[in-house]
């Protein structure tokens, strides 16, 4: 075969010094510049005070794999032998004297030698790299194609990013169909006395996209400072409903009020008073009515409630308030017309009317000291179980029946998460892991041994739950507990729990786990070819793979196998204004597609040095035939880069925010577009053309001046402000790094 001479270099990072004599030592390998047919393997050596000979073995994984377990590199390949001197701590590159087959994982490991001994770096010191694909092409996966969702003309905006606007700004995908709800702090559908935060519902039609303003007539100087100065709170997976917070009772926040909000024509609101508005249909409806609040003695101006929970079709929404709601509800007051903001209840509204959900068992009247258990997974699909916290214990509602879930282990019980329709949950106690059934009212020890520290997810039906010990991540499946990391508690990330807010995520079978860690879990190496830290990485754990055996996979390596310039990064709870009732859909539900930020240049032609969006698919899945899984890139990685927003259910449409005009008809600004599988529309037959003004380059926003108390509202101008402070300015995370990769797959031996 041809000689490919690869870089042999020899570089002092520490002066020789006097040390006893003894076997050299390596502490790192890594790889640099892959191509199709070799790459740059590179080690880190001391050798203690002898001279050093220092190689590399590598062999192709089929071999790998074949090979016995003890001796996995039995024929392996061999680069030249370099000579190094006696003592300080060098990086040592031995030339590769072949050329490797294109497209090839293959296993690689560095050996020293020196009168004192041999070393063989194995474990972490061995790694893989893949050889690159010949005339490799850059493109989109799965057949997709950019379409933009945000209309050309938005009055001289752009779209926001989450808590972007006053703290809100509510961006999700509708989980069965092309269609994004989003906001913006410049209103371009002509509503009528828009609110500070316009919001938007785009939908995909044949022709294109079809953008509707929701954004209902509301009273300037309705809506405060963070968090309430975004109106919409969630809407439902089909995006037909949602929540709309209707402002604070008094616009302006003026002592004693001389401006009462007033409430939306038709919804049966009571005047004067805080509300919530489910809007159906263009419709909007109250979740309060003068029935509801004439229980209790809080005055109209004093009164508030918040939104705590709700189920994804929005048919229940529990929401919060010291108030006396209905017959059954304790109300304690903390001066005249006021409510003790520590003393709350819990009301499940539908449209059955309110109920009040904390009451303790036996009990008729509330126990006010209440709080959701958590704002994901605590409300059934159906709303009929809804968990909650009074006192520091755990409790279940269902129907007209409360139970105390942790009473069996003596209270003090912390909500993990729940099967979707509320019969089994998760809590966990003094670094145990329980499992309780509402059907039978059963409690059960899932880690007699403790050690808990965090619950990851579960599955829908609550049969597979992932959770981190002192040993590090652990399945519990069928009453039995499979490793999944063995590396002990920095195999995630604190973030990666709980489930209500966190990184993690688990496919609805419970099948694969999506997780975040700084620790090397794979042979793919982590660690930083600038910092020389650890990168985060992004893993998935396969716990029945058509092999039958459970893998773990990096999906935000380099699939080179080189180290990383950057780590990556999926969103938790996107935060809307006061709630984190909302996760995006970062897993698609059957696993096999995952969506990630990375800082890394992954892809070959990745040149933008931004953080870009990524898919990774499983092996089999779009084509897929590596062992590894696939990785493209959604977003450019030519030009500016991309933040991810959401994807629907399958991942066949994938939403996420640019600066670059990724299509001819986007003119620039801000915009939100969709990675659709099998999209794209045809290019206009004309280009879109300018007459006079409309020809000069598009305005970024201006900083808006802080309006006074109560400033008259002549109506929607376009760069107006309609609410008491001053708008933010969206901030894509288009941070500055170099460029490279890294890490990947833990291959049985």
């Not at 968090?227 to 917070?245: C, H, K, N, Q, V």
């Not at 002192?470 to 990391?485: D, K, Q, R, S, Y």
Request: aromatic share 8%; charged share 15%; proline share 8%.
């Amino acid at each position: 075969m041809a000689a490919v001479a690869l870089v042999c270099a020899a570089a002092l990072i520490t002066p020789a010094h006097s040390v006893a004599a003894g076997p050299p030592q390596i502490t790192a390998s890594w790889v640099k510049a892959v191509t199709a047919t070799g790459a740059e393997m590179w080690m880190t050596v001391s050798p203690n005070g002898s001279g050093t000979s220092v190689y590399f073995e590598f062999v192709s994984d089929a071999a790998f794999q074949a090979n016995p377990p003890g001796d996995r590199f039995a024929g392996a390949g061999k680069t030249t032998v370099a000579k190094v001197g006696t003592g300080g701590t060098l990086d040592v590159s031995p030339t590769l004297v072949a050329a490797l087959p294109s497209a090839t994982v293959f296993h690689y490991r560095p050996l020293a030698s020196s009168a004192a001994g041999t070393t063989v770096g194995e474990g972490s010191l061995e790694h893989v790299f893949v050889t690159k694909a010949t005339g490799a092409v850059l493109h989109l996966p799965d057949n997709r194609a950019w379409e933009m969702v945000s209309p050309v003309d938005k009055g001289g905006g752009a779209i926001a990013a989450p808590q972007e606007l006053f703290g809100g700004g509510d961006l999700q995908a509708a989980a069965d169909s092309a269609a994004i709800t989003y906001g913006s702090g410049t209103a371009f559908g002509g509503a009528p006395g828009a609110p500070p935060v316009s919001q938007y519902v785009s939908r995909r039609e044949p022709s294109g996209w079809l953008t509707e303003d929701v954004s209902p007539a509301l009273g300037s100087g309705a809506y405060g400072d963070q968090p309430d100065g975004a109106p919409y709170r969630i809407f439902s997976e089909t995006l037909s409903r949602s929540l709309l917070f209707g402002g604070l009772a008094c616009r302006g926040g003026l002592e004693g009020c001389p401006a009462p909000n007033q409430p939306l024509p038709g919804s049966g609101a009571p005047p004067g008073y805080m509300a919530y508005y489910l809007r159906e249909g263009g419709q909007y409806s109250s979740l309060l009515t003068a029935a509801d609040v004439a229980h209790s003695a809080v005055s109209p101006v004093e009164f508030e409630a918040s939104f705590a929970a709700a189920p994804p079709d929005l048919s229940h929404i529990v929401i919060s308030s010291c108030a006396k709601l209905t017959a059954d509800a304790t109300e304690l007051l903390a001066g005249p017309g006021r409510c003790d903001p520590n003393a709350q209840n819990l009301y499940d509204a539908s449209v059955t009317g309110l109920k009040a959900v904390n009451l303790l068992p036996g009990e008729s009247l509330t126990t006010p000291d209440a709080a959701i258990a958590a704002p994901i997974g605590a409300v059934s699909d159906d709303g009929s179980r809804i968990y909650w916290v009074e006192g520091g214990n755990l409790f279940l509602r269902e129907g007209a029946q409360s139970i105390a879930v942790d009473a069996s282990v003596g209270g003090g019980g912390v909500f993990q998460t729940a099967s979707v329709d509320g019969s089994t949950a998760f809590f966990t106690k003094a670094g145990h892991l329980y499992r309780f059934t509402a059907v039978g009212k059963a409690v059960t020890d899932l880690t007699p041994a403790g050690g808990v520290v965090g619950v990851l997810g579960a599955s829908a039906d609550g049969g597979y739950v992932y959770f981190q010990d002192a040993l590090g991540l652990e399945l519990w499946h069928g009453g039995t507990i499979t490793p999944v990391a063995e590396d002990g508690p920095e195999a995630s990330l604190p973030s990666d729990y709980p489930p209500a807010s966190a990184t993690a995520r688990v496919s609805l079978d419970g099948r694969r786990l999506a997780f975040l860690s700084k620790a090397e879990l794979t042979e793919f190496d982590n660690i930083d070819a600038n910092t020389k830290q650890p990168d985060t990485e992004l893993y998935v754990y396969n716990a029945a793979p058509a092999s039958g055996e459970p893998s773990l996979v990096c999906a935000s390596c380099n699939p080179s196998g080189e180290r990383p310039e950057g780590s990556a990064s999926i969103p938790g709870v996107l935060v809307n204004g006061s709630t984190a009732a909302y996760r995006p859909r970062v897993l698609s539900a059957d696993g096999s597609r995952l969506f990630f930020e990375s800082d890394d240049g992954i892809a070959d032609k990745d040149t933008n040095s931004q953080t870009d969006v990524y898919e990774w698919e499983a092996n089999g899945g779009g084509g897929c035939l590596s062992v590894f899984g696939c990785v493209a890139p959604i977003s450019s990685v030519v030009k500016g880069g991309g933040t991810f927003v959401d994807a629907s259910a399958d991942g066949s449409d994938v939403f996420f925010l640019t600066g670059d005009s990724l299509v001819s008809t986007d003119p620039g600004s801000i915009d939100l577009y969709d990675a659709r599988v099998n999209g794209g529309f045809p290019a206009p037959v004309e280009p879109i053309t300018c007459v006079g003004d409309g020809c000069q380059s598009l305005l970024p926003e201006p900083e808006d001046p802080t309006p006074g108390t109560l400033v008259p509202n002549p109506g929607n101008p376009p760069l107006h402000i309609f609410g008491p402070r001053k708008k933010k300015k969206l901030k894509l995370r288009h941070r500055h790094r170099h460029k490279h990769p890294a890490g990947r797959h833990r291959l049985a031996r």
